[in-house]
């Protein structure tokens, strides 16, 4: 096993603040330098593209289509109707996606909670999936936020760091695939709010009376934080964008709280080692505080382990008389539910752990008849009737 140290020996390359500039270097320049001296390929940002912000200002592009889909382990495990409402608004939308075969985890794990891997192989399983998304020509869209931070990082060290680039490189010559950087590491629901309007645009649901809170991911927003997407409108600028922009565009009132910059309480490492703590962080700093501060009728986060810890965590504490009872959903299930996805078929909400009933009964979606629907396409699907559902079948 090569030694951190030795892979991670920083290059000649310094980076000195100017100023008059943002207090980081901006990795666009890097990527496109190395390009020209032969050490690996960019893939661009397929056109159309939007253009938004990240903390300091710089343009960050985000493409509309031709996107290729890195899913979350966790969320297919756990939350399988968070990838499929992404997959359903981009149908809803007419864009152009691919959902991949030819992906692997992340491992991200093992470089946040168990520190069993190393710096080489964790940074070629990115660019491998890198390689992959660019064999088909489209452009990678990274689903959990762990592996967007994970991969800003691997970007990082990378960049820095000629030795790891050329681990990276022969390990990849071994599997018939190039170095090949993407222009932007881009997160999914960086994507959702750059298509807010257009989803707007198909809200069939009123959701103006509807109160909602935040979580926004520490992985997202916290990780290579200069490269999260802001909004001089939003937060004037000093929160991230994502989330607050998409419930705005729906109508809802997004409701503060005291402590919206604290983890979810997931924390990789902190559910694995010490669950109880992960649990009562869930609920006393966050799920509490925000229904004595803000009394929400929703809260919407946007990340696996967020919206996992942020619903699951509320079982047990109820079985304690703590002050739980807010149901929990990614920006997509929200989003999705607002253009008319079916709350089971695409949204699988039964999957969660908290009840979502009364936030339906709120929307004015009759939740007895959708489960009854749910239900009679399963027996269909049990019984052979039908080999899959189609898009069709999904809305309310």
Request: glycine content about 6%.
């Amino acid at each position: 096993m090569i030694p951190h140290s030795a892979i991670l020996k920083p290059s000649s390359r310094t980076f000195v603040p100017d100023p008059g500039r943002a207090p980081t270097e901006d990795y666009h320049e890097l990527i496109f330098e190395l390009e020209k001296e032969g050490e690996w390929e960019v893939q661009r940002v397929p056109e159309p593209y939007i253009e938004v912000h990240n903390k300091y200002g710089r343009t960050k592009k985000i493409p509309l289509q031709k996107t290729w889909h890195h899913k979350s382990c966790g969320q297919c495990g756990h939350i399988p109707g968070y990838s499929t409402a992404v997959f359903w608004i981009n149908r809803k939308l007419g864009l152009d996606y691919i959902d991949p075969t030819d992906q692997t985890s992340c491992t991200a794990w093992n470089y946040y909670a168990s520190a069993t891997s190393n710096a080489a192989a964790q940074a070629a399983v990115a660019m491998r999936n890198f390689a992959a998304a660019a064999e088909t020509g489209y452009f990678p869209i990274i689903h959990c936020a762990t592996s967007f931070g994970h991969y800003k990082e691997t970007r990082q060290q990378l960049l820095h760091s000629p030795e790891l680039r050329r681990q990276v490189r022969e390990i990849l010559a071994k599997l018939g695939k190039k170095l090949v950087m993407p222009e932007e590491i881009v997160h999914y629901s960086e994507w959702v709010h750059a298509v807010r309007d257009r989803i707007a645009e198909h809200q069939v649901v009123g959701m103006d009376h509807i109160r909602a809170t935040i979580h926004p991911a520490c992985h997202y927003h916290k990780l290579v934080g200069e490269d999260a997407v802001y909004a001089d409108e939003i937060h004037g600028r000093q929160r991230s964008a994502i989330i607050t922009g998409l419930l705005q565009a729906l109508g809802i009132d997004v409701r503060d709280y005291s402590t919206w910059h604290d983890c979810c309480g997931f924390g990789f490492r902190h559910i694995l080692v010490s669950r109880d703590f992960s649990r009562s962080f869930a609920v006393q700093r966050k799920i509490e505080v925000m229904k004595e501060e803000a009394d929400p009728d929703v809260l919407i986060t946007h990340d696996t382990g967020c919206v996992t810890t942020l619903d699951q965590s509320q079982f047990a504490a109820k079985a304690h008389g703590r002050n739980v009872g807010l149901p929990v959903m990614s920006d997509s299930q929200l989003a999705a539910l607002a253009m008319g996805a079916h709350p089971y078929k695409v949204l699988q909400l039964h999957w969660h752990s908290t009840d979502n009933k009364p936030f339906l009964d709120k929307l004015g979606i009759d939740h007895k008849a959708r489960w009854a629907e749910f239900e009679a396409a399963v027996a269909e699907l049990r019984s052979g009737a039908k080999q899959y559902l189609t898009w069709e079948d999904c809305d309310v």
